[in-house]
């Protein structure tokens, strides 16, 4: 029940290609959802998060879409470039409460061949 | 604005030692989240506070483990009598408000070995 799933675990991609990550939950409390690039030895970052009264969010390359009905959110990365290759974390949070914690995905690591 | 900043960035502890992690919100900022990382994984919650108060330590293990906010000062992360198993990166992340929904950003982390 609580934890996410993340797939695939690695993905490789030609740069100019786009990259597409998927998280599954089963807590249908989740309200929202964030996603985190973690490059070797740094700290993750946040790179886009989306609520659960949005189906679709888009920042320049990077969207995210979110279906609750089915429980799934996707990360999708157009145009890859060699410094989008990092491991990626997927996450939710429940809202209310004193809750406040994020339950992370076990990360995809993404490379992005030149 | 500086961002959240945990201190050291290595630490080097032998079995049975104690360590401290010590971790400044960014500016503004006044909900902290511990998370540890082991290697090639997901972070894994362990306590979320307040100044002054713990919200949660629901993931927090119930013997060696202590966290700290204080009015004044960073939060502080405490492991009595480490062991092998301790060795991991943890981080810290902060939040301008608490609750569910609040984006939380991260610090560069501390990664504590054990020998």
């Known amino acids: 029940g609580e934890n996410v799933e993340q797939h695939p675990s690695t993905l490789s991609v030609q740069e100019g290609d786009s990259a597409v990550i998927k998280c599954t939950y089963s807590?249908?409390?989740?309200?929202?959802f964030p996603w985190y690039k973690q490059e070797l030895g740094k700290r993750p970052q946040l790179i886009i998060d989306i609520r659960s009264n949005v189906g679709e969010k888009k920042d320049q390359r990077i969207a995210v879409t979110l279906n609750k009905t089915a429980k799934h959110f996707s990360l999708h990365i157009t145009e890859t470039q060699p410094e989008d290759s990092a491991v990626y974390f997927c996450a939710r949070m429940n809202y209310g409460g004193s809750q406040g914690n994020l339950i992370f995905g076990k990360g995809t690591k993404l490379s992005v061949k030149p | 604005n500086a961002g959240v900043m945990q201190n050291p960035r290595h630490l080097v502890r032998r079995r049975g030692q104690e360590a401290r992690l010590r971790c400044s919100p960014m500016k503004g900022h006044s909900h902290v989240y511990w998370y540890r990382q082991l290697p090639e994984e997901g972070l894994k919650f362990m306590v979320y506070l307040q100044k002054e108060n713990i919200i949660d330590e629901s993931g927090m293990p119930k013997e060696r483990f202590s966290a700290e906010f204080p009015k004044e000062g960073p939060s502080i992360l405490r492991i009595q009598q480490v062991v092998r198993g301790d060795s991991a990166a943890y981080f810290c992340?902060?939040?301008?408000?608490?609750?569910?929904?609040?984006?939380?950003?991260f610090g560069d982390g501390t990664r504590l070995s054990i020998l």
């Open positions: 992340a902060s939040s301008p408000q608490g609750g569910g929904g609040q984006p939380q950003h």
């Open positions: 807590d249908s409390a989740s309200n929202y």
